[in-house]
Structures are given as C-alpha cells and as structure tokens.
C-alpha cells in the first residue's frame, strides 16, 4: 500500500470520530437551547395562552378565510361594475338598487360560504361530534354573537377567538366594499336625475 493511500486512510479514520463529534455535539446544542427556551417564564406563559396547535391551524384557517373573503369581495366589485357601466350611458332611477340588493345577497352568500368552511375543519378535525353542531358553533363565533351554549375541547378552546377575528375582519372588509357599492350606484342614481331634470327644463323652454 503506497504512502498516500495510507495516509488518506488515516486521515478518514480521525475525520469519521471527528465528524460524528460535531455533529453530536450540535444536536446537544440544539437540544440544551430549546430545553433553556422551554424553561423561560415568558414561553411558558405564551404556549399556555395560545397552544401550538390552536396558533398554526387557527392561522392557516384564518389566512384561507381571508383569501376566500378577497375573490368574494373581487368577484362583487368587479361583476357590479360591468353592470354598471352601459347605465352610466343610459342612466336609470331604479336599476342601480337592482344592482345593489344583488350585491348585498353576495356579500351575504360569501359569508355564509366562510361560515360552513369553519364548520367543515371543526368537524375534520373532530372538534364538534356533528354539522349542526359545528355550523352553529361557527356561525357565532364567526358574528360574534357568542351564546356560549357549546364549548370546544379545553385543548382547543383558543381556536374560537381565531374564529372571531377571521369575522371581524371580514365583516370589516365588507362594510368598506359595501359603502363603495352605495356610492357607486348613487353616482349612476344621480347622473339619472340630472338627466330628467334636464329634459324638464328642455320640454318647458324648448326654445333654448
């Protein structure tokens, strides 16, 4: 065996104990490190408030129900103004409140939608033993109202505040899509007002 290979073999055996070494002690860092952030009072204190599993599933429900609210909250937008648009050529009295009760009824059905989408994860993940169960739960949880007729598992108890934010911040975001519907309907409302006033005053002074 020529000089190299034995000392590319020795340098293999010290570098095997070697590595094992670090990688040990690594994994005894690691583990001394999360040990000490589980002993913090602050950490103990947070993880007893909000569980981990109420934190990340809550979260991810949340961040599911937001985006499910934002294409609700396009969709509406984007389909009144369509409508909208040859009435602002031909303006119309009473076609804009069409328009805006047809609105209304969507904004509606998509916080319906959220609501039985919280009843579905509350009855996958075994939390409430039935549907009707669960959609009551979630409906006032979701609206706040809050009868406190039925609770969630004591391990899971935190998961309802989640619910309730997710409905604060839809309910929220469609009072502010809600107030822009109005004003956009009035607009088309207003033009046609003006367009009757005008052809009142052409039919009682035709000469001008």
């Given amino acids: 065996m020529s000089n190299h290979q034995q000392i590319s073999e020795a340098g293999t055996a010290v570098a095997a104990p070697a590595s094992s070494a670090i990688d040990a002690l690594g994994s005894s860092a690691v583990d001394t490190a999360v040990q000490a952030l589980e002993k913090l009072p602050l950490y103990q204190h947070f993880t007893a408030v909000m569980p981990a599993p109420d934190l990340f599933f809550g979260g991810f429900m949340l961040i599911l129900i937001m985006l499910v609210h934002a294409t609700g909250m396009r969709f509406t937008t984007n ?99 809600l107030v822009e519907i109005v004003r956009r309907c009035q607009e088309v409302k207003n033009a046609a007002w003006k367009a009757h006033e005008a052809k009142a005053r052409q039919k009682k002074n035709p000469q001008r």
Avoid: C
């Fill in 79 to 177: 389909r009144l103004e369509v409508r909208l648009q040859p009435l602002r050529a031909h303006p119309s009295t009473w076609r804009p409140d069409i328009f805006m009760s047809g609105s209304v009824f969507f904004l509606v059905a998509v916080h319906l939608t959220e609501i039985y989408i919280w009843s579905a994860a509350l009855v996958f993940m075994g939390l409430m033993k039935d549907w009707s169960s669960a959609g009551f739960f979630a409906a006032n949880t979701y609206t706040t109202v809050g009868y406190g007729v039925m609770v969630l598992p004591k391990e899971w108890r935190m998961l309802a505040p989640l619910i309730a934010m997710s409905g604060l911040f839809t309910f929220g975001w469609t009072g502010s899509v």
